[in-house]
Nanobody, 122 residues
């Protein structure tokens, strides 16, 4: 069983940057698609980014494309989300999860971490 732990959240100013990490224990992530999702208060959980097992294919939500970068280090069993040019509307709890298929539907993901809070405010 894989346990995922997110970290790296915090308070950032608009235009600033944060890097989130998703570290796995219990099993290697190298054979899984990994995804980042976020959930703002009162809103549904939404897809942010996904990456295939090798890191050679990535996709992003339109709202973050060009600002966020997902990448992985399978040797460290960790997936990252580099977030640049942050906006107040990026404020949410960010979650990582794994999937056996290249999907953006959160129902296709499992082993959710506990999430890390990102707040973008001046």
């Amino acid at each position: 069983q894989v346990q995922l732990v997110e970290s790296g959240g915090g308070l950032a100013q608009p235009g600033g940057s944060l890097r989130l990490s998703c570290a796995a224990s219990g099993r290697t992530l190298s054979s899984y698609v990994m995804g980042w999702f976020r959930q703002a208060p009162g809103k549904e959980r939404e897809f942010v980014a996904r990456i295939n097992w090798s890191g050679g294919r990535t996709d992003y939500a339109a709202s973050v494309k060009g600002r966020f970068t997902i990448y992985r280090d399978n040797a460290k069993n960790t997936v990252y989300l580099q977030m640049n040019s942050l906006k107040p509307e990026d404020t949410a709890v960010y979650y990582c999860a794994k999937s056996s298929s290249y999907t953006s539907d959160y129902n296709g993901f499992g082993s959710w971490g506990q999430g890390t809070q990102v707040t973008v405010s001046s």
